[in-house]
T-cell receptor, first 113, second 113 residues
Framework: AQTVTQSQPEMSVQEAETVTLSCTYDTSESDYYLFWYKQPPSRQMILVIRQEAYKQQNATENRFSVNFQKAAKSFSLKISDSQLGDAAMYFCAYSNTGNQFYFGTGTSLTVIP | NAGVTQTPKFQVLKTGQSMTLQCAQDMNHNSMYWYRQDPGMGLRLIYYSASEGTTDKGEVPNGYNVSRLNKREFSLRLESAAPSQTSVYFC????????????FGPGTRLTVT
């Protein structure tokens, strides 16, 4: 089975600063998809960003960007100009081309005013 | 549009009781999913339905059954609840296979005593 590892249970960042959340995964497949989801205290899971493994270009969504290193099986999330509303649990997730979906254990991000 | 709705929001069961968690989506999505979220373990896939009329096991299917009643609705049944099934349950839907963005419901907090 595929595994997704988030080695940072908690992170903190000053408002307006940049923070990077780490994620590594294990797979023997060449075609797959990676995601970062955000879960605020409301518990509602929200997609932050998505990366297709066959694309070499790193995905970007406004203040959120990823550093996708396929050979190293690494998929980190960079949040620029952090805002108070970014405080949440962040989950890294992996999906193959079928319907199996694997989540990491999450990183709790605190934003300090 | 309501998106993905789940009922109930909270439930307390005694060991051995049965119950069904309901999920409905109004986005005309083909695929639907059931996850459980336990502290420190992220989300784990229980069952999924790639399309109306089909269901498949995920990572942790034991103790659960599902029904894809129609394109909109996907229910999760606990036949004989156990304390190990105490968790938060999330339903999700997506346009296609898990490579697409998933939209999540608000979750059901289930406690089995």
């Amino acid at each position: 089975a595929q595994t997704v590892t988030q080695s940072q249970p908690e992170m903190s960042v000053q408002e307006a600063e940049t923070v990077t959340l780490s994620c590594t995964y294990d797979t023997s497949e060449s075609d797959y998809y990676l995601f970062w989801y955000k879960q605020p205290p409301s518990r509602q899971m929200i997609l932050v960003i998505r990366q297709e493994a066959y694309k070499q270009q790193n995905a970007t969504e406004n203040r959120f960007s990823v550093n996708f290193q396929k050979a190293a099986k690494s998929f980190s999330l960079k949040i620029s100009d952090s805002q108070l509303g970014d405080a949440a649990m962040y989950f890294c997730a992996y999906s193959n081309t079928g319907n199996q979906f694997y989540f990491g254990t999450g990183t709790s991000l605190t934003v300090i005013p | 549009n309501a998106g993905v709705t789940q009922t109930p929001k909270f439930q307390v069961l005694k060991t051995g009781q049965s119950m069904t968690l309901q999920c409905a989506q109004d986005m005309n999505h083909n695929s639907m999913y059931w996850y459980r979220q336990d502290p420190g373990m992220g989300l784990r896939l229980i069952y999924y339905s790639a399309s109306e009329g089909t269901t498949d096991k995920g990572e942790v299917p034991n103790g659960y059954n599902v029904s894809r009643l129609n394109k909109r609705e996907f229910s999760l049944r606990l036949e004989s609840a156990a304390p190990s099934q105490t968790s938060v349950y999330f339903c999700a839907s997506s346009r296609g296979p898990a490579t697409y963005e998933q939209y999540f419901g608000p979750g059901t907090r289930l406690t089995v005593t």
